[in-house]
């Protein structure tokens, strides 16, 4: 089985950096888009950055555009989201996600496997 582990999260201030890692394991991720996404109290859960894993290509929210960067270290098998310039509305658990390359990106649906998350607090 796939297993993603989510680490990185913590406690910043409005303006602050924090850097999160998605560690995968259980196949070659070659053919796979990785993507991050978010769910706050009572919301929807909200794409935030994908990355195609043998290119790489990469896609952003628009509201994290500029500010997020996702990354992947092949070697390790480990997706990153740095994220620079937070704001309160960033607060959310974030979550890692795996799903076949051609799927649409932006959609919950395209991502067969998950992480279980780790808690991003951003204090204003």
């Known amino acids: 089985q796939v297993q993603l582990v989510e680490s990185g999260g913590g406690l910043v201030q409005a303006g602050g950096s924090l850097r999160l890692s998605c560690a995968a394991s259980g196949r070659t991720f070659n053919g796979y888009t990785m993507a991050w996404f978010r769910q706050a109290p009572g919301k929807e859960r909200e794409f935030v950055a994908s990355?195609?894993?043998?290119?790489?290509?990469?896609n952003y929210a628009d509201v994290v555009r500029g500010r997020f960067t996702i990354s992947r270290d092949s070697a390790k098998n480990t997706v990153y989201l740095q994220m620079n310039t937070l704001k309160p509305e960033d607060t959310a658990v974030y979550y890692c996600?795996?799903?076949?390359?051609?799927?649409?990106?932006?959609?919950?649906?395209?991502?067969?496997?998950w992480g279980q998350g780790t808690q991003v607090t951003v204090s204003s």
């Open positions: 990355i195609i894993w043998s290119v790489p290509i990469t």
């Open positions: 996600a795996v799903g076949p390359s051609g799927s649409p990106w932006r959609r919950v649906e395209s991502y067969a496997y």
